[in-house]
C-alpha cells in the first residue's frame, strides 16, 4: 500500500478487496532504522476498518518490540520484524504469537539466509528484501533469486511450513522467476499502482507468479 495514492485510500483499499489480492502489505518505517518515515497507527486502523483480506505489516523499525501489542490491536494479520533490528528475536517472535498474529521474520540484502538456521522453525514467514528496504520503486537486486533457493532448500529440511515472501522491484518480468526458485508471496507496489488498471495488474501478476 505505500505506492497507494493516501488522497483516496478508501477507494485504493476497496479496490484490493475486489481483486485477485491475498493480502494487504503495511510497510512502516520510523526514519531510523531506514532512511524514510512511511505511515503510523492512524492510517493502519483506517485501513484495517475497510480490508476485507488480513493486513500484513512490515516493520522497519528500530526497538519493534515496543509496538507488537499494538500492531495486533490495530487488526494486523502478519507481523514481520527485522533479524538485523531484534536483539531478542525468539522473544520477539513469541511476543508476536502471543498477540494473536503470525509472526514472521525480515532480512535486508545484505544479510545472508543461513543465520535463520535455528530460528526458522518459529517463524510463518520469511520475508526477503530484494532491494534496500525504506523507499519504493526501487530496481530488484538480481542476487535474490538465489538467496530464496538457498532459503527454500534449508525450509524444506526444517521448516517445510514456512512461507517465503519477496519484496522489493516485483515485476511482471520476474514474478515467474521468483515463484520459481521458491517464493510463496510476492508484494508488489510500484507494478501494481502505476498501472491504468491495478487490479487487473494485480490478477496478470498472481497468475505470473505460481
Not at 494473536?100 to 517463524?123: E, R, S
Not at 525450509?155 to 517445510?160: D, L, Q, V, Y
Not at 519477496?166 to 510463496?184: C, F, H, K, T, Y
Not at 510500484?190 to 505470473?208: D, Q, V, W, Y
Request: hydrophobic share 45%; net charge negative.
Amino acid at each position: 500500500m505505500l505506492s497507494a495514492d493516501f488522497g483516496k485510500l478508501a477507494s485504493e483499499v476497496e479496490m484490493v478487496n475486489n481483486s485477485e489480492a491475498d493480502w494487504f502489505h503495511l510497510d512502516i518505517m520510523d526514519g531510523l532504522f531506514v532512511p524514510n518515515i512511511s505511515y503510523g497507527f492512524p492510517v493502519v486502523k483506517a485501513i484495517a476498518a475497510g480490508a476485507k483480506k488480513p493486513l500484513d505489516a512490515h516493520l522497519m523499525i528500530q526497538d519493534p518490540d515496543r509496538y507488537i501489542d499494538q500492531f495486533a490491536e490495530a487488526g494486523v494479520n502478519y507481523l514481520s520484524v527485522h533479524w538485523e533490528a531484534c536483539t531478542h528475536l525468539h522473544r520477539t517472535l513469541e511476543h508476536i504469537r502471543a498477540a494473536g498474529m503470525k509472526p514472521g521474520i525480515a532480512l535486508n540484502p545484505h544479510t545472508p539466509v543461513n543465520i535463520l538456521y535455528d530460528i526458522l522453525p518459529q517463524a510463518h514467514f520469511i520475508l526477503i528484501m530484494s532491494v534496500n528496504p525504506g523507499f519504493g520503486g526501487q530496481k530488484f537486486i538480481e542476487g535474490s533469486l538465489g538467496k530464496i533457493k538457498k532459503l527454500r532448500e534449508i525450509a524444506s529440511k526444517i521448516a517445510p511450513e514456512c512461507l517465503i515472501e519477496v519484496d522489493g522491484g516485483v515485476s511482471m518480468q520476474n514474478a515467474p522467476l521468483l515463484a520459481e526458485a521458491g517464493a510463496d508471496i510476492l508484494v508488489a507496489g510500484n507494478t501494481i499502482f502505476s498501472h491504468p488498471s491495478p487490479a487487473e495488474a494485480i490478477g496478470l501478476l498472481k497468475r505470473l507468479g505460481k
